[in-house]
């Protein structure tokens, strides 16, 4: 079944920029999505088709495509980042959702 | 305002039939794109895409659950209900419904239930 691969953990020190990947042979024929997810709350949405941010969420998170590879990048890191960041997309046809396997950002 | 909620047993055997409903407002699952999913997070692990129906009635499920999962919708309560067989403690896990917006051929999920914790043991 089809996989997207992300780092277990990402760490990053206030004000700098953290960069997650995700990657998967489909991606550059379908949409990626970002999802941030704190200690027992549900999910977020925090991009939308690659590179899109739903109202409300800070102008410090931005999305890119390059390839089988997408990447979130969170600018001027904030503690209240501190998270679990998950990428989703879909299989080549759009017929399964896969979600990626999470990566845990911690700010130093 | 979308708000969506789960509902359903917090402890089930093994071996049992796990019935959650989704009852949602604020969206209507007769519109064009608009679909409701399922997602569960076992303690400590990843989240997992379970299942999916849009308002057109097309049914999505995960290939490696698909045998184990029914998905169904009741537009006029505003419900989606999903069913999922031969319980086991693997099963444990967090059970999100989400609302899903159809882009091009898949969607993705803008607003999340507060989850409902089911714990599978005997």
């Known amino acids: 079944s089809y996989e997207l691969t992300q780092p277990p953990s990402v760490s990053v020190s206030p004000g700098q920029t953290a960069r997650i990947t995700c990657s998967g042979d489909a991606l550059p024929k379908q949409y990626a999505y970002w999802y941030q997810q704190k200690p027992g709350q549900a999910p977020v949405l925090v991009i939308y088709?690659?590179?899109e941010r739903p109202s409300g969420i800070p102008e410090r998170f931005s999305g890119s495509s390059s390839g089988t590879t997408v990447t979130l990048t969170i600018s001027g890191v904030q503690a209240e980042d501190e998270a679990d960041y998950y990428c989703q997309s879909a299989d080549s046809s759009g017929t399964s959702v896969v979600f990626g396997g999470g990566t845990k950002l911690t700010v130093l | 305002q979308i708000t969506l909620k789960e509902s359903g047993p917090t402890l089930v055997k093994p071996t049992q039939t796990l019935t959650l409903t989704c009852t949602f407002s604020?969206?209507?699952?007769?519109?064009?794109?608009?679909?409701v999913g399922w997602i569960r997070q076992p303690p400590g692990k990843a989240l997992e895409w379970l299942a999916l129906?849009?308002?057109?009635?097309?049914?999505r499920y995960s290939p490696s659950l698909k045998s184990r999962l029914t998905i169904t919708k009741d537009t006029s309560k505003n419900q989606v209900v999903l069913t999922m067989t031969n319980m086991d403690p693997v099963d444990t896990a967090t059970y999100y419904c989400a609302h899903g917006v159809l882009v091009v051929v898949a969607a993705h999920f803008d607003y999340w239930g507060q989850g409902t914790l089911v714990t599978v043991s005997s």
């Open positions: 088709k690659d590179s």
């Open positions: 604020g969206f209507s699952l007769s519109t064009s794109g608009v679909g």
């Open positions: 129906i849009y308002w057109n009635d097309d049914k």
